[in-house]
């Protein structure tokens, strides 16, 4: 009972509303709608990333839609841009994703620089936050692991900062952690890694490391068991953050410490 009085006492704040899961999911590249909310549902995810360019959430009258098994009564669904490259279709889509969703402002901006690597093309991600921020979205943005370019996107009125751990889909894991930790050290707002993630350990890491939460889609769907999958990461979350409040022990490379105390021993002088 005293472990789930603490999960519920450190919830993440996102754009002023409280979650308790630090795990974010996606929902591409699963077989089919069914295995979706399995994994979903074994993660224990709250939010959900839909991206507007590949999903229906009702663009497309009389197709099955992604909200059919991942109602919003129940899930906050977070429209993303995932496939644009311009500024401007990334505001477009984000425009649409509000619409189809009754008003719904938290969005995810991702544009990106190109189709091989999936890397953010930084200039037009600026320029999108900025016109979707003036045009009242909570913008959540997966970004560079560039310390500078996190300030920028924060101080344009960004709701939470989402750096790359490595390429997306590429199960990589964090490739730079000392460029995580920069972002995490100067932040007001929620710093998450977004894409990279290939296992729990990555997942975990990037908790310890300070980061407020992590999203992923691919390490669990192209997992061969997603639905394990998913309750793994969910464990990696939460006790990789467990482990960032306790705080570790400090390294020592110089020389060994017994892990039992030396003194009052049996004998000792």
């Not at 189709?115 to 936050?129: C, G, H, K, S, W």
């Not at 997966?142 to 500078?148: A, G, K, T, V």
């Not at 407020?212 to 691919?218: I, P, S």
């Amino acid at each position: 009972m005293k472990q789930e009085d603490d999960m519920h006492a450190d919830p993440l704040v996102i754009a002023g509303k409280s979650y308790q899961s630090r795990l974010l999911v996606g929902t591409g590249k699963y077989k089919d709608f069914a295995q979706t909310r399995e994994a979903i549902d074994a993660s224990g995810a709250e939010i959900i990333t839909v991206a507007i360019r590949r999903t229906n959430i009702g663009q497309e009258p009389g197709q099955p839609s992604i909200l059919e098994a991942l109602p919003p009564s129940q899930f906050t669904i977070l429209p993303n841009t995932a496939g644009c490259y311009t500024a401007d279709d990334a505001v477009r889509t984000l425009r649409l994703g509000r619409e189809l969703l009754d008003g719904h402002a938290l969005c995810k901006l991702e544009v990106l620089g190109d189709p091989q690597t999936l890397f953010p093309n930084m200039p037009e991600t600026l320029r999108a936050a900025a016109t979707l921020v003036k045009d009242g979205f909570q913008v959540m943005v997966y970004c560079s692991d560039d310390p500078i370019q996190a300030r920028m996107l924060e101080d344009i009125g960004c709701v939470a900062v989402m750096p790359l751990a490595s390429l997306i889909g590429s199960g990589m894991g964090i490739l730079n952690p000392w460029n995580l930790k920069l972002i995490i050290e100067q932040s007001k707002v929620p710093v998450l890694v977004d894409a990279g993630v290939g296992t729990a350990s990555d997942a975990a890491i990037a908790m310890e490391l300070g980061c407020d939460g992590v999203l992923m889609n691919t390490a669990i769907a192209a997992a061969q068991d997603p639905v394990l999958m998913a309750g793994a990461m969910r464990k990696a979350v939460e006790a990789g953050r467990e482990a960032f409040r306790a705080g570790r022990m400090p390294r020592k490379t110089y020389a060994a410490t017994p892990s039992s105390p030396t003194g009052g021993m049996i004998g000792a002088k």
